[in-house]
């Protein structure tokens, strides 16, 4: 990660590297201002002629809000720099872009880059370097303008982007949204951490824009550095500055410690006054939850309010399929209202959006785009590490298995509320990774990937897993469900946002836990229970539920069963809720579970249930097999038979299996399955009255009991009748 370095030893002379002007287009709403900030100084304004920059053509039609000029090296974690000019104040009526532009001087004159966007919040306060992690972004902007007088910086007009705004520390592992970007360099594609203390102020422009619409393979990345301002919450250390990528060491210039190399370093923000308020409309690559999974459209508004007298009309081009409709609503002073309706199709298609102002003078201006749009369905998970599923050491990459049609939104970085209540946006969603933006495990991409091919219907995935944490972590505070402090409100938080927490937004709830309560039943059985209650006054009555059943509990000890019991029976008290199997997963490492034969083919399991659950009328007919009742066997005193509750299923019983089977005064020679009764287990003398029967399961790989789809028998322990 960014960390504080000692500052490079001073030079005698300026070296000159590539940087200059940048305008970013980006508005970070600030929430609040978190305690013990210090005061922002006074700002000292400018003389009329330091106002001026090299950016102020493309500029025109924006208002200069702020100026900074940066010091070779700053601290500014949670407080506001000293802008020397700032009058966000005077943007009462609203702003719907915003740019950046930064003027890096040499002896040799100066260079500069301007980029502006769509803003990305509401708030004049945001409006600059995020130094709060309230203000912090990582997500794509998909209205970029570039222009620069640096070589190799291309212009850009209504291309996309992709943001890395915050004052924390990040690495190169990247969130999968740019193509072809770096896994170790710090380039076009980061990951933040819930650490504060570096700071990274960035835009990354996409060459072409269909890059930025789902993942592909590339060799190179698909986006590259504009504009980056670092390490301005370090400390001591010296600032990095660029324009375009560096030409040595991280190509996002982190690290370069240059700004000294510079004779003035300033950054104008601008924002362009509002001529429209849109109160409604979907976002670019948003998935628009479907009601109860049967229609195949999905009627969306799109509103708002002329709030510019001159404009006399405003229309909406919708583009999908290659085919565009154009629909204009006229306004005025006395009615500045105005509205549409957008039908999407629940379909693996995609719709594009924009809103364009037209004034009395017939000037166009475009106030909105979204791009990417679709209708769907919603998958929503919930648990610790094995819900969060990400990657192991020595396992393989989920990323062929990534689709273009499963979404995300936000960031599944819970360790710091700050940071997962600022960073919103829908993405692409990924599995190998955890704790970042796009995050939704390995085994919910790949079942993501077959529902949506399977169902031919787009399906959004949020995971606010989180792990190492025992049931009482995931309770909801009943005074405040939206606690942001609590891992039930950052998720409920995140769900409003998204707009998936209404009735009937989300179809199901995946739960993977229990391997933390250290096979505690009770108080998992307890803390459980209640969650669902809650789930099922948050969400929807109706929310369908389902549990996995941990493989272990605790991680790496086969021996305790009484939870994962307890696990099995919970559809006997709660209604609407299936049980997942996890013990015919070969690719067990005592807690965990690599790609291939591991989540991969859970992801399978998940969606063969659920395709058979939420979408085929009738009574569900797939589930892992179960146990009813143990019997002796009458004219055999030395056996038991297991029936089974589906027990027309066939088993297969692999060589060695009966070492997983445990009866209190006998041990288990031989277990084989038998038509019409079920598993047979062959002791090596007679059971005792109310003995003890269990199914253990075992750690890592090893011999199984499994139907023909390779789903495994559920751990269980029951009392001889």
Do not use: K
Not at 569 to 597: A, E
Not at 689 to 701: C, D, P, R
Request: with cysteine.
């Amino acid at each position: 990660m960014p960390a504080v370095r000692t500052p490079a030893p001073s030079r005698s002379r300026t070296r000159r590297l590539a940087g200059g002007c940048a305008v970013l287009a980006v508005a970070a709403a600030t929430m609040s201002t978190p305690g013990g900030a210090a005061a922002e100084p006074a700002a000292a304004e400018p003389a009329a002629d330091d106002r001026t920059t090299s950016c102020d053509a493309e500029a025109a039609g924006y208002r200069l809000v702020r100026v900074l000029d940066l010091p070779t090296a700053a601290n500014w974690r949670d407080t506001t720099p000293p802008y020397a000019f700032d009058d966000t104040a005077g943007l009462t009526g609203g702003f719907d872009r915003v740019g950046y532009c930064l003027e890096l001087t040499t002896d040799a004159g100066t260079t500069w880059v301007w980029t502006s966007s769509e803003a990305l919040g509401d708030d004049p306060a945001g409006l600059g370097l995020p130094t709060y992690m309230e203000q912090a972004r990582h997500q794509y902007v998909d209205d970029l303008t570039v222009a620069s007088n640096v070589p190799g910086v291309r212009r850009l007009d209504g291309g996309s982007g992709w943001v890395e705004l915050w004052p924390n520390q990040y690495d190169g592992t990247g969130s999968g949204q740019v193509p072809g970007a770096s896994r170790t360099a710090r380039d076009s594609d980061d990951a933040v951490l819930w650490a504060n203390g570096y700071g990274s102020f960035q835009v990354h422009a996409f060459a072409d824009a269909r890059d930025a619409r789902g993942p592909r393979a590339a060799d190179a990345p698909a986006a590259t550095p504009v504009l980056a301002v670092n390490a301005f919450t370090a400390g001591p250390q010296t600032m990095d500055v660029g324009i375009g990528a560096a030409p040595s060491g991280e190509p996002d210039w982190t690290f370069a410690q240059n700004a000294g190399d510079y004779t003035g370093r300033r950054l104008s923000v601008f924002a362009r006054p509002a001529l429209v308020r849109v109160d409604a409309a979907p976002r670019s690559r948003q998935l628009v939850p479907r009601p109860g999974r049967t229609t195949g459209r999905v009627t969306v508004p799109v509103s708002g309010v002329a709030t510019d007298p001159s404009v006399v009309a405003v229309e909406l081009r919708t583009t999908r399929d290659g085919a565009t409709s154009v629909r204009r609503a006229r306004v005025s002073p006395a009615s500045p209202r105005f509205s549409f309706t957008v039908s999407l199709p629940v379909a693996l298609t995609s719709t594009d959006l924009e809103l364009v102002a037209i004034t009395g003078d017939g000037a166009r201006s475009r106030v909105s785009r979204a791009v990417d749009v679709v209708a769907g369905d919603v998958v929503v998970v919930q648990g610790q590490s094995n819900a969060q599923a990400g990657r192991q050491p020595r396992s393989t990459t989920s990323d062929a298995d990534r689709s273009r049609w499963v979404r995300t939104f936000g960031t599944s970085n819970n360790n710091n509320p700050r940071l997962a209540g600022a960073i919103g946006g829908w993405t692409y969603a990924m599995g190998d990774d955890i704790q970042r933006v796009a995050a939704i495990g390995q085994w919910a991409v790949r079942m993501g990937q077959v529902m949506s091919a399977e169902l031919g219907v787009p399906i959004a995935v949020v995971n606010g897993a989180r792990g190492g944490q025992p049931i009482g972590y995931f309770a909801r505070n009943d005074t405040d469900p939206g606690d942001g402090s609590t891992s039930y409100g950052m998720l409920l938080r995140r769900l409003t946002r998204a707009g998936l927490a209404g009735p009937d937004a989300i179809d199901v709830m995946l739960w993977y836990q229990g391997e933390a309560d250290r096979d505690d039943a009770a108080t998992h059985v307890a803390g459980f229970t209640d969650l669902v209650a809650d789930w099922r006054e948050d969400y929807g009555a109706g929310l369908p539920v389902y549990v996995h059943q941990v493989r272990t509990s605790p991680c790496g000890q086969s021996g305790p069963v009484a939870l994962r019991d307890a696990q099995r029976r919970l559809p006997d008290t709660v209604d609407g809720l299936r049980v997942v199997s996890t013990t015919g997963l070969n690719g067990h490492d005592g807690c965990h579970f690599d790609y291939v034969d591991g989540y991969r083919t859970l992801g399978e399991h998940v969606a063969t249930m659920l395709l058979d659950d939420l979408y085929r009328p009738g009574t569900p007919s797939i589930a892992p097999p179960g146990p009813a009742a143990v019997h002796r066997v009458d004219d055999a005193p030395n056996q038991l038979t297991v029936t089974l509750r589906s027990p027309a299923t066939p088993l297969t019983v692999e060589d060695g299996a009966a070492a997983d089977f445990r009866v209190s005064g006998a041990v288990v020679e031989s277990v084989r399955w038998q038509r019409g009764l079920g598993l047979v287990l062959t002791l090596d003398r007679p059971a005792p009255a109310g003995a003890s029967v269990a199914y253990l399961s075992h750690n890592g790989a090893g011999p199984r009991v499994v139907d023909a789809r390779g789903m495994g028998l559920l751990a269980f322990q029951l009392t001889l009748e």
